[in-house]
Structure formats: structure tokens, C-alpha cells
């Protein structure tokens, strides 16, 4: 069964600052991995989708990378701003676009 | 992007009744619809799968009589929660894919349900 881990839980930084946010799965054998926004309340918003055969993807101030073979994918965020502040959670995707969630990483920037 | 519609966005029911949550593809056709279920600081966690014109097929754990869900038409999937209890408060989200979504999955904006 896939398990998905995301680190920290938590994060609060000043505005401007770069970060990077952590996601682990447990299973190599993925179809891809997204990563989403979530604000309270709603639902959620797909910032990036990376392929299995993909090693990163690039939106903007978004990055995400995927490193299959060791279970692990970065979302790094440049010069983050107070609009950023959300929930990313971290979802890897399996045939016929089954996603297993991890918990979320809630994201405070501070203006 | 493709826009899935998800209606209401909250509602607040005594125990013992039923809540209809409606989930509509706006610009797509949506062969496919995930429906999951979120408490409070946790992930989302999949209840279940619905392909249009099919029965649903649940996830390990989810009561089929108890959440009963219809995917009548490639716009819409309705989920249905049965004699609610308290217990059953949480936040629904639905989402949906098609042929034309480049495997990309569009969610709706989430139902909070309350059961009194």
C-alpha cells in the first residue's frame, strides 16, 4: 500500500525568503506525482504534475522534482510572498489517476 | 483549465437525515469521478471511484449503502450521504477527468458537511 510523507508539517517564513517543501512515498512504482494547493475551506488547485519518466517540472516561481528510484519529489517555491500562504499537498498517482495523498504541509509567509 | 462544479459548498443537517452533494463537470466530459473525504488537519483519503454509466467501486472501509453515489451522465456524479450522524462531519471533495484532461485531475470546491 503507497503511503505518502510530507515534511515539515508546518512552516512559517518572511516573505521573500526561498523553500522547499518535502514529499516521500513509499512505492517507486508511480504513474506520476502532482502537487497541489489547498486554502481553508476549498478545494484544491494542481500546481504542478510530474510524469514518472520526468525528473522536474517548472510553473513560474514553482519547481518540482522527482527522484522516483529514492521515493522522494521537492517543491521548491522562490521568493515566496504572503499569497502563497496555503496548504501543498503532495499526491502520487497510480493507473487510472488513483491519487494517494500525503498529510500537507501548511505554509505561513509573513509579510 | 477545466472547471468542476461542486454544490453546496456547506450544509448543516440533523442526525438521521440524508445530504445529497452534486459534483458537475462545467466544460469536460468527466468519465471518471474521485470522491474523498477530509477531517480536519489530515489528508484527503479516497472513498470512492465512479465511471460514468457503472457502479461505483469503494474504497476498503467505506459503507456503500451508506455514502450511495450516481454517475448518471458524463457531467455529473452526485454523492448521497444516508442517515447521517455526527460522525460523518467532514469536508467532501469531489474531482473528475476525461478524455480531454491530459490525465490531469480537476476537483471541485469541497462540501463542509455538519451533522447536528
Known amino acids: 500500500k503507497q503511503e505518502v510523507t510530507q515534511i515539515p508539517a508546518a512552516l512559517s517564513v518572511p516573505e521573500g525568503e526561498n523553500l522547499v517543501l518535502n514529499c516521500s512515498f513509499t512505492?517507486?512504482?508511480?504513474?506520476?506525482l502532482q502537487w497541489f494547493r489547498q486554502d481553508p475551506g476549498k478545494g484544491l488547485t494542481s500546481l504542478l504534475l510530474?510524469?514518472?519518466?520526468?525528473r522536474e517540472q517548472t510553473s513560474g516561481r514553482l519547481n518540482a522534482s522527482l527522484d522516483k528510484s529514492s521515493g522522494r519529489s521537492t517543491l521548491y517555491i522562490a521568493a515566496s510572498q504572503p499569497g502563497d500562504s496555503a496548504t501543498y499537498l503532495c499526491?502520487?498517482?497510480?493507473?487510472?489517476?488513483?491519487?494517494?495523498f500525503g498529510e500537507g504541509t501548511q505554509l505561513t509567509v509573513n509579510p | 483549465g477545466a472547471v468542476v462544479s461542486q454544490h453546496p459548498s456547506w450544509v448543516i443537517c440533523k442526525s438521521g437525515t440524508s445530504v445529497k452533494i452534486e459534483c458537475r463537470s462545467l466544460?469536460?466530459?468527466?468519465?471518471?469521478m474521485f470522491w474523498y473525504r477530509q477531517f480536519p488537519k489530515q489528508s484527503l483519503m479516497l472513498m470512492a471511484t465512479?465511471?460514468?454509466?457503472?457502479?461505483?467501486?469503494?474504497e476498503q472501509g467505506v459503507e456503500k449503502d451508506k455514502f450511495l453515489i450516481n454517475h448518471a451522465s458524463l457531467t455529473l456524479s452526485t454523492l448521497t450521504v444516508t442517515s447521517a450522524h455526527p460522525e460523518d462531519s467532514s469536508f467532501y471533495i469531489c474531482?473528475?477527468?476525461?478524455?480531454?484532461?491530459?490525465?490531469?485531475?480537476?476537483f471541485g470546491s469541497g462540501t463542509q458537511l455538519s451533522v447536528l
Open positions: 474531482s473528475a477527468y476525461g478524455p480531454n484532461t491530459n490525465e490531469k485531475l480537476f
Open positions: 466544460d469536460f466530459q468527466a468519465t471518471t
Open positions: 510530474i510524469q514518472s519518466s520526468q
Open positions: 465512479s465511471n460514468e454509466g457503472s457502479k461505483a467501486t469503494y
Open positions: 512505492d517507486s512504482a508511480i504513474y506520476n
Open positions: 499526491a502520487v498517482g497510480a493507473s487510472g489517476s488513483r491519487l494517494t
